[in-house]
Structures are given as structure tokens and as C-alpha cells.
């Protein structure tokens, strides 16, 4: 006998279409059946301490990372609970159709955990007579490569491809899709078989409304076919360049398409004239990106003033405080003319800032403001300034400060201005008193250390805000996902009593670690960069810096990480990933006097065989050089962290003298070289470098000096700790 597990618990039997007729006997018996089940399922299941394990039908990852996900091995505890949770923990997997758990009898029965995986699709080939190119119809086929192939979705795939195909100008378009099994286990193709049909072909244009010839200015013509993603870019097109003649808010559209005929409505708007005058320390063309009526596309007094608001800004960040600006309107229904007069005024340099009221030290004052003596007067920074005072004050304790107006007085014969800045300062507010409101004495002494405020220090909301994010950050470490901290002040004769109170949930700690999404990288690559261990408290902040370092390994375009309630206090952690493309190509060309032509051509792959061990090929040629790199990198030598690079190099050098392009002698050169790194810190880094060269110099000639060393055959062994 055997026990048999599932995760949807009973299995059902099929059900024909034929309707049974129900009988007396028929309900007895459903009757029968089911006091059968709910008595088996009351019948508490004792754990069993598993034997062999046997792993049936998976092939798309290892063993050893499903036994993970199960938390199996052999000589664990095995029940019915237990079983159940570890298959829908399996399940967040996403590659699993089906999963069962079969457990013989006796003291170490043997389990069996059988898997049928879901199919993914490995290929799509695009098959007919389709005049559209491959790249374009897998983009917009809605099944893709790599993803688990969803069946249901094939007639929705057909009708979208259907949808695109018209739109972009093929209504009578024939689309078929066949499934055919892979070799491969668990995968299978796709063979999409596409006849267009003849397109729908553009006859005569006609556009209506428009000033001046915008056939001129559009890409699409007669003949072309009618493709509205095509006729989408060109509106956007002919928006842009009426924008760029100086038009206001023009419209292109609607559009229709009939027999042939494309109608196309053009309406370009208002000529939108914008001039400047008087002005003499910026320039027009930088004041008129200040303008924002093509920006907003609307003209009215709102964005006139906006416009004279920020040519302002301009002057004003110049120093230029007395600048005035004036528009004049001038409208008609084509045409809109605006002349912006500027009257600039001198520039003002700030000769002396003064406070009054104040006990504390002018320079610290000063210290903290925009505005510094000697420099050019902004008053757009008067305002910024206050604030900044206000909140030094209240950073210590003085919480009733009144920053009053900032004084301003011009100079108009030394061009300077004298700022008075007024203050009423109260009286300064000090913590006269510190509580946590905790139920652990222990807890309680760990979160006063790490409070960072203490009776005496100056009263500020800032502080206090900052001491609740540290206690809500130090129960988070500890692995509390749901606290709350309340904070409760009274302030009595500028005295300040505080009190902290602490609600916070069961504690979490780490669980299980589910990784989903790498078809290509290997389960290891992924686990050897978690900080994380099943048992730890649960911390988000670990999870953001794994996050961090999934992404630093190039491999992933995107990386979610999500928390999942597990067994009992535990959260189970799922990571899914999105592999990009691992390999590039790259190439150049260009010239130089002395080399004449020359081109480098680069191939490069950074996840060979699944492992993040990335291998580079390069070929760098031209008139006078010929060099070839082959690079390996493999990130975890022997097993551990020790980033191993090695190179070999060969290059065929010919050095010509630049007056007359003879030649004055050849190298050859092979070279072997291999770096071995280790991470001390986050800032610190050892390397040990050693390279072997095989250099060889020849056709030297007679005026040529070379020493000894340099001539002939060399072996050369470097060694380098850096």
C-alpha cells in the first residue's frame, strides 16, 4: 500500500457527456463515498522519516534545487501537511503542470515525487507567403519564445495577428498556427503560417485645410501601402514640423481610407511670432526657450505671464534684480504676434547681509543661506533663504522663531544692496525626558542605543521623526514585517517629554527561496548571490541588496523579488527573473594618418553554459597591425568567489617610417596572461597578476637602434601583486 499526495487533494474521475440517471442506489452510494473521504481525511497522518528519494519526469531544472524547494532529504520528517505545503511551494515554480507525492509503507518508506512539467515554447518559425518581415510579425505574435506556451491563448494569437496584419494594411490576411513537439523534453514549436493576401494600396492622396504643400513634407506616397502604424508616424511627423515653421497648436486628422483614396485633414493653426527687445545681457534664442506656448500648446494671459515669469528667473539668476518686461499682443486669425520689451537694469552685487533680534553668531546665520556677501543679489532667493533659517532655528529647539521679510536697499550709483534680515527668535524648546514603551526590558535597551536622541538636545520635529524611522528600521532587521510606532510629546515651560510606543506583529523569519524565470542561468549562479538564509529574521533591506546584486551580474533586465507566507512564521521568498540577451556583437571602422584604414570586429557572450562565465573574441586589423584577443572569465574559481581572467594575445605589428612608409622593423608577439582577484572590502581589492610572452623582432633595419634585449626571440615571464 501507498500513500499518494496531490495538491488538489482528491483526484476526480472523468466525466462522460452523457447524464446518469440518479437512483436511490446511486445517492446511497455518493453518500457512502463521502463519509469514506471526510473519515480518511480526519484521520490525523503521523510523520514518517523519509527513506530513498526518487524524482520522476523533471528535466528543466536539477534535482537538487526541487529537494530545496521541498525542504526534503533523506532521513526528514514526512507528512501529509507538510507534503501538501512543499507541492504548492513547488508550484510558485511556474514550469510544473502536475505534481504527486507517493510514500511506501514501513519504518524509512521511499518517497516518489512525480512532475509533469508545463510545455514552452522554444522556436517560432514563420512560415507562407507574407511580405512582411520575420522580426515585425514575431514582435507582434502574441505567444513568444522562451515562455511557458499557453494553449488557450492560440486563438487569441490568430485573431490579434489578424488585427495587426489589416492594420498595417493587410485585411484579407490568412493566419494559421500548428504545435509540433520539440526534441527536447517539455518543448515545443510553433510554425506560423501567414499569407497576406494582396494589401490595400494607396492611390491618391488628398489633403485638405492645410497651408502650403504637406505632400511635400510627408514620406508616405501613391503606391505605398495603406499602413496606419506608417500614416501614425507621419501625423506625428507633420505635427512636429509645423511646430518647427513657427505654427500654434496645429491638428493633422481625422483621416479616412476608400477605394484608394487617402483623405487626410490638415489644419496647421495660428503663426505663432514671438520677438524680444531691449534685451542685451541673454540672448533672444535663450529667453524663447523660456516660452511655453508650444510647450503647453495654449495661448492666453495665464501662460503670458508664465513666460514673462521665467525670462525673469533668467535675469534674476544673473543678477539682474530691477529687470522689468513688458508684452504687446497683437492677434488676427492667422497670425499671432507677441513682443516681449525688456528693460534689463544694472547688475547688483550684495554688499552686506545684517541680522537684527538674533543671539546666535552671524556667521553661523550666514552659513546657512543662499545669498553670501560679495555675490551677485537673486531676490528669487530671499524667499528660499527664510526657509532655510527657519529651519536651522528649528533644528535647534527654537520653535516659535518668526524669519521676518528680508530687507532689501539698492545702491543705485555702486550697484549693491544691503540685506537686513529681522528675527524674533522666542525661547529655545530642550527634550527633558526620553521613553520607549516596550514589553521587552532587553528590546527596550537596544532601541535607547539606537534612538539617537537623549535628554538635553534641542526639541525639533525632524529628530523625532528620524528616532521612529530608526526604531521601525531596527525591528524590520529583526525580521518584524508589521510595526507600528506612535509617537506621543508634550511641551510644558519649554520642556519636551517624548514617548515612543511599540506595537509590533509575530516575528518573520526567512523561509524557503523559490527562483523562477532563468531558462538559460543555472539555478547556483542565481543562490550563490543571496545574503539570506532559511531561519534569519526576515529583513527587506536584505532582499533590496540581493535585488542589487542579481542586477550587477548583467545577466537579468529585470528582477522582482516577493514575499510569500510559508510554514508557520516563515516567509517564503520568490524571485523572478528576466534574462536578457547574453550575447553582443561589435564593430568599427575608421582612419588615421599613420594606419591608414583600420576596423576591429568583437564578439562577446557573459553567461557560457548557464554559469555568468563569460568569453570575449577580438580581431583588431589595419595597414599596419593585426590583433587577436581571446578573454575567459570565470567568477567563482575552485568554487569560491576568486574572479579569474584570462587572456591570450597575439599581434603582428609593422612600424614604418612616417616620412617615407618604409619599413623600419616587425614584431610578433603571443601572449598568455591570467589575473586572479579577491574582494577584501567593499573598497579594497587584491589581484595577482602573471602574463608569458613570446616576443620576436625582425627585418630591423641598418639605422634602427635596438638594445639587445630587443632584438632576436625573447621569453618573457611577468608576475604583478597589485
Not at 112 to 128: A, C, M, Q
Not at 163 to 187: C, H, M, N, Q, W
Amino acid at each position: 500500500m501507498k500513500r499518494s499526495y496531490k495538491a488538489s487533494g482528491c483526484k476526480r474521475s472523468a466525466i462522460s457527456n452523457q447524464r446518469p440517471d440518479i437512483g436511490k442506489k446511486s445517492i446511497i452510494s455518493l453518500s457512502l463515498i463521502f463519509i469514506f473521504c471526510f473519515i480518511l481525511f480526519s484521520i490525523p497522518c503521523e510523520a514518517l522519516t523519509a527513506g530513498r528519494i526518487e524524482i520522476r519526469g523533471l528535466q528543466t531544472i536539477g534535482e537538487q534545487e526541487l529537494l530545496d524547494v521541498f525542504d526534503l532529504r533523506e532521513g526528514s520528517l514526512i507528512d501529509r501537511d507538510k507534503v501538501r505545503s512543499d507541492i504548492k511551494r513547488a508550484f510558485l515554480k511556474g514550469i510544473f503542470e502536475d505534481i504527486s507525492v507517493e510514500v511506501s509503507d514501513g519504518d524509512n518508506p521511499s518517497v516518489i515525487i512525480n512532475v509533469r512539467e508545463k510545455d514552452f515554447l522554444d522556436r517560432v518559425h514563420v512560415t507562407g507567403d507574407h511580405s512582411i518581415s520575420e522580426k515585425v510579425i514575431k514582435q507582434n505574435f502574441l505567444l513568444k519564445e522562451g515562455q511557458v506556451m499557453r494553449y488557450d491563448l492560440i486563438e487569441t494569437a490568430v485573431r490579434e495577428m489578424k488585427e495587426t496584419l489589416a492594420y498595417i494594411g493587410f485585411p484579407d490576411s490568412r493566419v494559421e498556427v500548428k504545435v509540433v513537439g520539440s526534441k527536447k523534453p517539455y518543448r515545443v514549436d510553433i510554425y506560423l503560417n501567414i499569407d497576406t493576401g494582396p494589401p490595400l494600396i494607396i492611390k491618391r492622396i488628398v489633403i485638405t485645410g492645410a497651408a502650403g504643400d504637406a505632400k511635400s513634407i510627408m514620406k508616405l506616397s501613391v503606391g505605398d501601402v495603406y499602413n496606419q502604424q506608417a500614416l501614425m508616424e507621419e501625423i506625428r511627423r507633420l505635427k512636429e514640423n509645423y511646430k518647427e515653421q513657427g505654427y500654434f497648436s496645429p491638428t493633422i486628422g481625422p483621416y479616412s481610407y476608400k477605394e484608394g483614396e487617402l483623405e487626410l485633414i490638415v489644419n496647421p493653426g495660428r503663426l505663432l511670432n514671438v520677438r524680444t527687445e531691449g534685451n542685451n545681457i541673454i540672448s533672444t534664442r535663450k529667453l524663447l526657450k523660456e516660452v511655453p506656448f508650444f510647450e503647453i500648446e495654449t495661448f492666453n494671459d495665464e501662460a503670458v505671464e508664465e513666460a514673462i515669469s521665467r525670462m525673469l528667473f533668467l535675469y534674476h539668476r544673473e543678477g539682474y534684480p530691477t529687470a522689468q518686461i513688458a508684452p504687446v499682443i497683437n492677434l488676427d486669425e492667422k497670425n499671432i504676434d507677441i513682443s516681449f520689451f525688456i528693460f534689463e537694469g544694472e547688475r547688483v552685487k550684495i554688499k552686506s547681509i545684517n541680522f537684527n533680534g538674533v543671539a546666535l553668531p552671524h556667521k553661523r546665520l550666514k552659513d546657512v543661506m543662499f545669498l553670501k556677501e560679495g555675490d551677485i543679489f537673486d531676490p528669487d532667493f530671499t524667499a528660499k533663504d527664510r526657509e532655510s533659517l527657519k529651519e536651522f532655528y528649528g533644528a535647534l529647539g527654537y520653535l516659535d522663531v518668526d524669519i521676518r521679510e528680508i530687507e532689501t536697499k539698492i545702491d543705485k550709483e555702486s550697484n549693491t544692496a544691503e540685506l537686513v534680515v529681522n528675527i524674533d527668535e522666542g525661547k529655545k524648546t530642550e527634550i527633558a525626558s526620553v521613553e520607549i514603551n516596550v514589553s521587552d526590558p532587553e528590546m527596550k535597551s537596544r532601541l535607547m542605543s539606537v534612538l539617537g536622541i537623549k535628554p538635553g538636545d534641542p526639541y525639533n520635529e525632524i529628530d523625532i521623526s528620524d528616532a521612529r524611522f530608526r526604531i521601525l528600521e531596527f525591528y524590520s532587521s529583526y525580521g518584524y514585517t508589521s510595526i507600528d510606532v506612535t509617537v506621543t510629546r508634550s511641551v510644558e515651560n519649554y520642556k519636551a517629554s517624548v514617548i515612543f510606543s511599540v506595537t509590533a506583529d509575530k516575528k518573520r523569519l526567512f523561509g524557503k527561496t523559490i527562483i523562477t524565470g532563468n531558462r538559460d542561468t543555472k539555478y547556483e549562479v542565481i543562490r550563490r548571490e543571496l545574503l539570506h538564509k532559511e531561519g534569519q529574521p526576515y529583513n527587506l533591506r536584505t532582499l533590496s541588496e540581493e535585488r542589487q546584486r542579481l542586477y550587477k551580474l548583467g545577466l537579468f533586465t529585470d528582477v522582482e523579488i516577493e514575499a510569500v507566507d510559508g510554514e508557520g512564521d516563515k516567509k517564503d521568498i520568490l524571485i523572478k527573473v528576466k534574462e536578457g540577451n547574453a550575447g553582443s556583437v561589435e564593430f568599427g571602422f575608421g582612419y588615421a594618418e599613420y594606419e591608414s584604414f583600420r576596423s576591429y570586429i568583437e564578439l562577446s557572450y557573459r553567461n557560457l553554459w548557464g554559469k555568468n562565465r563569460q568569453g570575449l573574441l577580438r580581431a583588431e586589423i589595419s595597414s599596419l597591425e593585426r590583433r587577436f584577443i581571446l578573454q575567459y572569465y570565470e567568477p567563482w574559481f575552485l568554487g569560491k568567489p576568486l574572479p579569474l581572467r584570462v587572456f591570450f594575445l597575439h599581434e603582428n605589428k609593422k612600424v614604418i617610417n612616417i616620412a617615407d612608409k618604409n619599413t623600419r622593423y616587425r614584431l610578433d608577439r603571443y601572449s598568455l596572461a591570467a589575473a586572479l582577484e579577491r574582494k577584501i572590502s567593499d573598497k579594497v581589492k587584491t589581484e595577482l597578476y602573471y602574463e608569458f610572452s613570446l616576443v620576436r623582432t625582425s627585418d630591423v633595419q641598418p639605422d634602427v637602434i635596438l638594445s639587445k634585449e630587443d632584438t632576436g626571440t625573447l621569453a618573457i615571464s611577468s608576475i604583478r601583486p597589485a
